[in-house]
């Protein structure tokens, strides 16, 4: 019985095999350097337009304005009831609302929406009013209206603004 020969890796398959492992994580790496930054934008993006959501729905579901204002300090947004009378620039005014014995049945909703940390709000050069808080109005018939406002997370700056048709949340990054 003969013996066989034990196989060794060479120098040469070495070097191979470490400067392709090199490569692949030089290529993956920074990518997951990325993530949680992206997972932050993404949440905080989400939570805003959860409020928004929600205070439309409030809005067409009870027939009555709602308010959605930023507490930058607080770092949150809280959904307010609005004057029942209320005019806006450049759109009609509101319908009368009906007047019913039936309460409308109303979704179970936050009245505060905390925004994570991490955002930092640009509220310079903004005509506050009297309350100096920024707010958003969402009406009965499923219009909005509201400031353009500017925040950051991280290095990447936003601007988040109101579709004034369907109250959805407009939010685009600022280009450098």
Known sequence: MGMR????FTLIEAVIVLTAVGLLLALVLPRVGRL?????????????????????LKARTTGK????????EAGQF???????????????????????????EVPPQLLEYKVPSGVEWDLTGLDLGPDERPGFLFLPDGAAAG???FFSVGKTRFRLGVEQLTGR????????
């Open 169 to 176: 949340p407009i939010t685009t990054p600022v280009p450098d």
């Open 65 to 72: 304005p709602v308010r959605l204002v930023l507490d930058a």
């Open 5 to 8: 020969p034990k196989h060794h």
């Open 36 to 56: 949680p930054r992206t997972l932050v934008i993404q949440h905080a993006l989400s939570a805003i337009e959860t409020g928004f959501r929600d205070a439309g």
């Open 78 to 104: 809280r959904m307010e009831d609005a004057p029942a009378t209320i005019s806006i620039p450049g759109l009609p005014p509101p319908p009368a609302p009906e007047t019913t014995d039936r309460v409308p």
């Open 147 to 149: 400031p353009t406002l």
